[in-house]
């Protein structure tokens, strides 16, 4: 069964920085591209970035250009977000996704 499980949320003041990661289980990860979604309150899930299967290859959405890195370790299937100078508008629930899954999410709050 496949399953993705995220970490690494948590409160930040603007400015700040977190690394969140995506352990993935159940599936080749080495052959799968990730993707990464996040949901602001009272917001659509909205797309951030994609990684392909090598980790070669990514897309970030326009206005995280610069500010995040999609990353990935295939030895241990797992996804990585890293995210500098936050804003609060970069607050919201974090999920990963794979072709077929998602995971639970994780909270990212940055606030003064």
């Known amino acids: 069964q496949e399953q993705l499980v995220e970490s690494g949320g948590g409160l930040v003041h603007p400015g700040g920085s977190l690394r969140l990661s995506c352990v993935v289980s159940?599936?080749?990860?080495?052959?799968?591209?990730m993707t990464w979604y996040r949901q602001a309150p009272g917001k659509g899930r909205e797309w951030i970035g994609f990684?392909?299967?090598?980790?070669?290859?990514?897309r970030l959405l326009e206005s995280v250009k610069g500010r995040f890195t999609i990353s990935r370790d295939n030895s241990k299937n797992t996804l990585y977000l890293q995210m500098d100078n936050l804003k609060p508008e970069d607050t919201g629930v974090y999920y990963c996704k794979s072709q077929n899954a998602w995971g639970q999410g994780t909270q990212v709050t940055v606030s003064s």
């Open positions: 159940g599936i080749t990860f080495r052959g799968a591209g």
């Open positions: 990684i392909g299967p090598s980790g070669t290859a990514t």
